[in-house]
């Protein structure tokens, strides 16, 4: 119901089952895919690799009542635009869906550590993720937290601090913050070279 007053959205089919949405999927071929972590039938990564495979312009959210600490880097890795926790505010999911559908990435949850992680950076990164270098965008996943993600994208959109901050219901001063956070955490100092390190991360079009 939220999804479908979405602006530019409308809201296709929905199903309770991951085999009838997978169907529908690969006849109908939509824009945007929203699909449940955990559905029965199938899980919802299998539905994620059929859908990639055979209709790579489809975009991809997926939602969960079920966030860990490698699971940002597993939907990545599997070409995943974004995922949101159920348990956090509708308004994360509205985001969720306008900023996927707009090209751009969005990953929020609140996400509990790891057991290792204490012991072992790499160990938020999945077993499956580590044969080989990582992807730019799996990089920027595991560099920047999904509020980060989010403002980064926006900047390189050519947004100022006043309207992110409008935008994600955020005080400029917060937006700024994060800004900084940014641009420390991979090592730039002007807008120009977050801009094209946000489009290597594939965080925004080209």
């Known amino acids: 119901m939220a999804f479908s007053r979405v602006r530019g959205l409308i809201v296709a089919g929905t199903f309770a089952d991951g085999r009838s949405g997978l169907d529908f999927c690969l006849k109908e071929k939509p ?11 199938m899980h919802d990564l299998e539905i994620v690799k ?3 495979a055979k209709l790579p312009d489809t975009r ?12 940002p880097a597993r939907l990545i890795a599997q070409g995943v635009h974004g995922f949101v ?15 996927v559908m707009s090209g751009g990435m969005f990953f929020a949850a609140h996400i509990p550590p790891t057991a ?18 990582p992807s730019a965008t ?22 100022s601090s006043k309207e992110i901050a409008a935008r994600l219901d955020l005080s400029v001063r917060t937006v700024e913050k994060h800004r900084a956070n940014i641009m420390d955490k991979i090592g730039v100092h002007e807008v120009a070279s ?9 965080i925004v079009k080209s």
């Open 31 to 41: 824009g945007l895919l929203v699909v449940d972590l955990y559905l029965p039938g």
């Open 50 to 52: 059929e859908v990639r």
């Open 60 to 71: 991809i959210l997926v939602i969960t009542g079920h966030p860990d600490g490698e699971l």
């Open 85 to 99: 926790d159920k348990s956090g505010p509708l308004s994360y999911a509205i985001q969720a869906v306008e900023s």
């Open 116 to 133: 290792s992680s204490s012991t072992s950076p790499e160990s938020k990164v999945a077993p499956a993720v580590k044969t080989g270098p």
């Open 138 to 159: 799996l990089q920027a996943v595991q560099i920047l937290s999904g509020r980060e993600l989010e403002v980064a994208r926006l900047v390189a959109e050519g947004f």
């Open 194 to 202: 977050l801009v094209r390190w946000c489009m290597q991360a594939r």
